[in-house]
């Protein structure tokens, strides 16, 4: 116990050093943001004039800058700034920074007056509500958003159906959250680790990811990269910097921490974008990467997809807190609250969030609003707990994929004839992808217990040939496409 005791210490002095003592952040950038907050609407963004929009922390007037130093009498010379010479005993010199003294007994409101705006670029009929209040796309760029919107609109259709037809054991579709999946994708560079959930493949559609790769995966044949070792929707592609889905919820978000600080140790000029669900932010891997990354300042986007539902349970049964945003703050970290059915306003963030987390080595904390349209998975049926009318509101009204299309359509980007050929085009190769995916023959039943040890061991090599016998003896009850 003494030994590891005294190893702790010397880590935590070797990271000390190395992190060093850590300034204050630019009081004149939080308090033009806490100007711009309180003179804007609900529906109105925040921003500078380089057309990025600003962190919100809150309704609070007062935007708290986080301060860290080595030690209390290094940062007495900026004390000055923050606490009245002449206070005396009125402040506490506390390990982190002084702290002021009152007479007043007052508790923290447990919510703000108000609750926390949500930046966005296209109201409801995609027409722009800024001028410059964003970063400017390009055609190229939004027609491969657009047409990547609608090819992850079709997969999931296609997919779900096969589902239906038992041509694939399992599927989960992103409908609703489109903006979500292809706006972060195109906003993050091909040198940014991607750690998702698993309602994210949009994030791998963008970098590359084939439908016949996608196809592979789901059907679980010889071709698909995990070895057909993971159920449906598993994805993952070292090529595309995009880490395994893992089933059970936010275990990524600790390990996409210590990703980002590998990143910060090595210098790279990337970071690490990590996505959770509404639900997944009640789980403790959450809380453990909010404050793991705050502390060792770990250039990482955690990007919350607010979808209102945690398969059955909404969002009022899971925290009385205001959505997910205002838990930044309680760790240090800077965040944002975005429409998440406007890809314009989800690249926006995401690009600026970016930008702050490399060049000023910090996590950033997105929470995307955007309902979740199609049922949980294949296993649930959404309107056993939610009525069919809610569902085709937010399906119509508040498509994030009609909306992008009306926007470049009023550029004159895109046309009823590129519709047409694209859907065509699409439905076609996804359909062949399946037939070819069926046909391809299934792994070994000897990738069940290879890639884990180098040399198999007895008990391992044992089993295996069991399973063998077994299947030999009772082969009706067996796939007749697995190889023995």
């Known amino acids: 116990m003494a030994n590891w005791v005294i190893r702790s210490r010397t880590i935590a002095h070797h990271l000390n050093k190395k992190m060093g003592s850590l300034g204050f952040l630019n009081l004149s950038f939080w308090n033009s943001t806490s100007n711009s907050f309180h003179s804007s609407s609900s529906t109105m963004p925040l921003g500078d004039n380089h057309g990025r929009p600003y962190a919100i922390f809150g309704d609070s007037a007062t935007h708290f800058a986080v301060r860290r130093f080595k030690s209390t009498e290094?940062?007495?010379?900026?004390?000055?700034?923050?606490?009245?010479?002449?206070?005396?005993?009125?402040?506490?010199?506390?390990?982190?920074?002084?702290?002021e003294f009152t007479s007043e007994m007052n508790f923290i409101s447990e919510s703000a007056d108000k609750r926390v705006p949500c930046y966005r670029v296209l109201d409801d009929n995609g027409e722009l509500i800024v001028s410059n209040n964003f970063v400017q796309?390009?055609?190229?760029?939004?027609?491969?958003?657009?047409?990547?919107m609608v090819t992850l609109q079709m997969m999931d259709?296609?997919?779900?159906?096969?589902?239906?037809?038992?041509r694939i054991s399992f599927y989960l579709t992103t409908l609703g959250e489109e903006a979500i999946n292809i706006g972060s994708a195109a906003a993050l560079s091909a040198d940014d680790l991607v750690l998702p959930q698993y309602r994210e493949p949009g994030a791998l559609l963008w970098r590359g990811f084939t439908l016949q790769e996608f196809a592979n995966q789901c059907l679980g044949n010889k071709e698909d990269k995990g070895k057909a070792r993971q159920m449906p929707i598993h994805y993952a592609s070292k090529k595309h910097n995009y880490f395994a889905v893992s089933s059970p919820i936010a275990t990524q978000l600790p390990q996409?921490?210590?990703?980002?600080?590998?990143?910060?140790?090595?210098?790279?000029?990337?970071?690490?974008?990590?996505?959770i669900g509404d639900g997944g932010t009640s789980e403790g891997d959450f809380h453990a990467a909010m404050n793991f990354a705050a502390v060792l300042e770990a250039p990482i986007i955690?990007?919350?997809?607010?979808?209102?539902?945690?398969?059955?349970?909404?969002?009022?049964?899971?925290?009385?807190?205001?959505?997910?945003?205002?838990?930044?703050?309680?760790?240090?970290?800077?965040?944002?609250?975005?429409?998440?059915?406007?890809?314009?306003?989800?690249?926006?963030?995401?690009?600026?969030?970016?930008?702050?987390?490399?060049?000023?080595?910090?996590?950033?904390?997105?929470?995307?609003?955007?309902?979740?349209?199609?049922?949980?998975?294949?296993?649930?049926?959404?309107?056993?707990?939610?009525?069919?009318?809610?569902?085709?509101?937010?399906?119509?009204?508040?498509?994030?994929?009609?909306?992008?299309?009306?926007w470049i359509e009023r550029n004159g980007w895109w046309s009823d004839k590129d519709e047409t050929e694209h859907r065509s085009s699409v439905k076609k190769q996804?359909?062949?992808?399946?037939?070819?995916?069926?046909?391809?023959?299934?792994?070994?039943?000897?990738?069940?217990?290879?890639?884990?040890?180098?040399?198999?061991?007895?008990?391992?090599?044992?089993q295996e040939e069991q399973l063998r016998e077994t299947i030999r003896r009772h082969p009706k009850d067996y796939p007749s496409d697995v190889p023995v």
């Open 256 to 275: 996409a921490v210590g990703a980002a600080y590998s990143l910060k140790m090595e210098g790279e000029n990337a970071c690490v974008a990590t996505y």
């Open 74 to 99: 290094a940062a007495r010379e900026s004390d000055t700034k923050y606490f009245n010479q002449d206070a005396g005993d009125q402040a506490l010199d506390f390990p982190g920074g002084k702290v």
């Open 302 to 406: 955690f990007i919350c997809r607010n979808n209102g539902w945690a398969i059955s349970t909404p969002i009022e049964e899971q925290f009385r807190s205001d959505g997910i945003v205002v838990r930044g703050r309680a760790y240090g970290i800077r965040s944002i609250r975005v429409d998440g059915s406007d890809a314009l306003a989800v690249l926006s963030a995401i690009r600026t969030a970016r930008e702050m987390a490399i060049s000023e080595q910090r996590p950033i904390l997105v929470e995307a609003l955007a309902y979740r349209v199609g049922h949980h998975s294949t296993s649930d049926d959404s309107t056993k707990y939610r009525s069919v009318n809610e569902i085709e509101h937010w399906k119509t009204a508040r498509n994030p994929v009609n909306r992008f299309r009306k």
């Open 430 to 462: 996804l359909l062949q992808a399946i037939q070819i995916a069926e046909k391809t023959e299934k792994p070994s039943i000897e990738g069940l217990f290879s890639d884990v040890y180098d040399h198999l061991p007895s008990n391992l090599q044992e």
């Open 137 to 148: 796309v390009r055609k190229e760029v939004a027609i491969k958003m657009y047409s990547d």
């Open 157 to 166: 259709n296609v997919f779900y159906e096969a589902q239906r037809q038992g």
